[in-house]
């Protein structure tokens, strides 16, 4: 792992071409921690009653093995040219950890459509209150705007602390693995990535009609 080292641009460093590329992917490798907040469970639970056809997975893991050219497109906020979403996202540490996710082995970028999300962590607690607000299809959230947007902001809090500028989040729509529905505009996938610490995180919420 390389402490730090995602947060830091090398402006010395040029732009790696596409062979170094493929040579990083090879080698970069993630491994399940551990990400344990009472907030967290709180809103996983209330996620899961809403979404009661779906449901909503959740699991953190840390890149191994990254080198420099993870570094260089993790430090310039460009993870998607690296082809980092379809990396991670088909990668055996995934489906390990989260079975019921059916995460194919391979993925391209159009079927994902990945994309950085407007604002980025700062707005990712107003993005999940909204969520939480609207429920699922058959269940709805009991509390008032104010009430979930204070558990998103809690949920948030457990992952990001108040680093929003160490943070990159990356969203889709899209039903990129079995555990989605493909008819109905119900799926989510969030990727939030901790520059910091090289540690991904990632939450993916699903409902069927």
């Not at 732009?15 to 491994?31: G, N, T, W, Y």
């Not at 093995?65 to 430090?75: K, L, R």
Request: hydrophobic letters at 45%; a negative charge; glycine letters at 6%.
């Amino acid at each position: 792992m390389v402490t730090d080292r995602w947060l830091e641009i090398d402006w010395k460093a040029n732009l790696p071409d596409k062979h170094a590329i493929a040579r990083s992917r090879e080698r970069l490798r993630f491994e399940q921690v551990s990400l344990e907040h009472p907030a967290i469970d709180a809103m996983l639970a209330e996620l899961r009653r809403l979404f009661a056809n779906g449901g909503a997975l959740f699991a953190s893991f840390r890149a191994v093995d990254d080198d420099e050219v993870a570094q260089w497109f993790a430090s310039h906020n460009r993870l998607e040219e690296y082809g980092f979403f379809e990396h991670f996202l088909t990668s055996e540490a995934v489906r390990t950890a989260l079975p019921e996710l059916g995460a194919p082995h391979r993925l391209d970028k159009k079927s994902l459509g990945c994309e950085w999300l407007p604002g980025n962590s700062f707005a990712l607690d107003g993005i999940l209150a909204a969520l939480l607000y609207a429920g699922g299809c058959y269940e709805k959230f009991h509390g008032s705007p104010v009430e979930a947007k204070r558990m998103a902001g809690d949920f948030v809090h457990a992952i990001i602390e108040d680093r929003y500028d160490e943070f990159l989040i990356h969203h889709t729509e899209r039903a990129w693995a079995g555990f989605f529905d493909r008819y109905i505009p119900a799926n989510n996938t969030f990727v939030i990535v901790d520059k910091r610490n090289a540690q991904i995180t990632l939450l993916c919420l699903a409902d069927e009609d």
